[in-house]
């Protein structure tokens, strides 16, 4: 693979560099990979690129005329199987109506079968159609590819091989899908990245300095280019989606980091409607929780430190960062939950009552607490009245020590009873993670959380089902959950130990079977991970929303 650097310094440039390159170089290659700056950016120049290209405003300005031949424009950032991405290519090209309906007839049967829409492949008779379609013509495919490693066209029917005029530029780079391995230097990186790419074009600016003013507005003005993409392509308008919303989602995210165990794919969506970042759409067409959905599903949030060391120098003067705080004990010891604060994330280390002194009680949505040690009977963000979303991982009960189990459910009923139980009758989600507060998913503590949409209850072995059965039956018919998750694991993964220290290895009886949700009548969603001793999930068992 040969490596080119091109400069410019800013979208427009990259894309006249590149168009340049493609109508005037002798270089043998078929297949052109291109990195952006440093990774940032590259979308937004193969957009630039396609639109100059297919451009109406003139024949002189087309790809045909500039002797490119046809350009297939395909956006495939959010990777769905090959299969997708060959009837993609049949469309652009605008196979016969014949070859298309083997698509439809395909996808049914592997929908009956169960099979992933990411592990079916393609299909021969259209990879030929393509292929006939293709060889006697010059072609540019333009590919943005998120699977996080190299395709050969060639499977889904692309013949790239032999002919100059027939060439795939493409990138893995854009709309936040950074597909790093921290610690490798870009050149390796994107020589693992281009595969088998015949060459690799990276952007630089002309004159670079990380403390320059005018080089952070270039790259600033990159990842807004990223954010104008998404905003775009989710098909949702303003004011309801923009730019700014998955700016400050994106941002959110950056500063939250990677210090805390917490899973983007399950909550990025949840922590950005809980936190009042998204809202619902104001014709009331869709839900905040769909707009939620729909971003988290075309960005990628497994950012990685370098990324989110970027995204935070670049946007430290945006408005709503002191709105979302997130510590470790390992950075401070001496914590304050600001007044302005909407989300918390501390792990490690007590948690103390005077650390919410000076918060606004009413402001406060999202709270993740990870590996901490509390009282139960008296949580410290017992105040917070309008808690959204609250994640407990490996929390400990600070009272454990002195009381049994049963005296401590019996104390923290009492407690909160006398507190009005304000801080949890607001809430949206709760997950439980390896923390023993089962207290929370008894029947009459889960009817007073009126509006929880989504419940997760992580544990070790089989606590986390057999906790579940203590919050069904028929007593449960006012739930309003639509999403609830499940997982177990080992005792030997997860190294759990009880409240005294020693390793817990009692099972329940109940866990063979499933719990009686045939009452939690707008359930939509039940995923099961781990549950391997899981013998019997009765049909009366399940509502009938499933």
Request: with cysteine.
């Amino acid at each position: 693979m040969e490596w080119i650097t091109v400069k410019a310094d800013n979208i427009d440039g990259a894309a006249e560099r590149i168009i340049d390159f493609l109508e005037h170089t002798d270089k043998a290659g078929n297949v052109i990979y291109f990195h952006g700056w440093g990774g940032w950016g590259a979308s937004a120049v193969l957009k630039e690129v396609a639109k100059r290209l297919t451009s109406s405003s003139g024949w002189a300005e087309t790809g045909t005329a500039r002797g490119l031949g046809k350009i297939i424009n395909i956006d495939f950032l959010r990777w769905q199987g090959k299969r997708s991405l060959q009837k993609q290519i049949a469309e652009e090209l605008k196979l016969p109506n014949q070859v298309m309906a083997l698509f439809d007839q395909l996808d049914e049967k592997d929908d009956l079968d169960g099979v992933k829409q990411s592990s079916r492949g393609v299909i021969p008779y259209v990879r030929l159609a393509i292929m006939n379609e293709l060889s006697t013509r010059r072609f540019l495919v333009i590919l943005y590819n998120g699977s996080g490693s190299y395709i050969d066209l060639w499977e889904v029917g692309v013949p790239v091989i032999g002919d100059l005029g027939k060439r795939v530029l493409w990138t893995s780079r854009g709309r936040f899908w950074h597909h790093l391995t921290e610690g490798h230097g870009i050149e390796k990186d994107v020589e693992e990245l281009a595969g088998l790419s015949d060459i690799a074009i990276s952007a630089v600016l002309s004159g670079y300095d990380e403390n320059d003013a005018t080089t952070l507005d270039t790259i600033r003005h990159l990842v807004y280019a990223e954010a104008a993409e998404v905003a775009k392509c989710m098909g949702v308008p303003e004011p309801d989606m923009s730019q700014k919303i998955v700016m400050e989602c994106i941002l959110y995210r950056a500063l939250i980091g990677n210090d805390h165990n917490i899973s983007w794919e399950c909550h990025a969506s949840n922590c950005w409607v809980c936190d009042g970042i998204i809202q619902d759409a104001a014709d009331g067409s869709k839900s905040a929780w769909e707009i939620g959905d729909a971003l988290q599903m075309n960005v990628n949030l497994d950012l990685l430190n370098c990324c989110v060391k970027v995204i935070c120098k670049l946007l430290e003067q945006w408005k709503r960062m002191d709105h979302w705080v997130s510590v470790t004990s390992q950075t401070t010891m001496e914590v304050q939950v600001p007044s302005q604060a909407t989300s918390f994330f501390w792990t490690g280390g007590g948690l103390e009552a005077c650390m919410f002194e000076h918060s606004n009680k009413t402001s406060l949505r999202v709270l993740h607490l990870s590996h901490c040690t509390f009282s139960f009977s008296s949580p410290p963000f017992l105040r917070c009245s309008h808690l959204r979303f609250l994640l407990l991982d490996h929390c400990k009960n600070k009272d454990a020590q002195d009381d049994g189990e049963e005296n401590n459910c019996h104390h923290h009923s009492h407690h909160s009873q006398e507190n009005g139980g304000a801080w949890f009758q607001n809430l949206w989600v709760l997950e439980l993670s390896y923390t023993d507060w089962y207290w929370l998913l008894s029947n009459d503590m889960l009817d007073l959380m009126s509006d929880l949409r989504e419940l997760n209850v992580k544990g070790v072995g089989n606590q986390s089902m057999s906790h579940l059965h203590r919050c069904s039956g028929p007593r449960s018919n006012s739930r309003k959950l639509l999403k609830l998750r499940v997982v177990a694991e080992s005792y030997k993964d997860n190294g759990h130990d009880g409240a005294g220290g020693d390793r817990i290895q009692q099972e329940s009886p109940m866990v063979a079977s499933f719990p009686d949700l045939s009452s939690w009548h707008i359930l939509k969603t039940i995923v099961l991970d781990g549950c391997g001793d899981l013998e019997i999930i009765g049909s009366d068992a399940l509502p009938l929303s499933l």
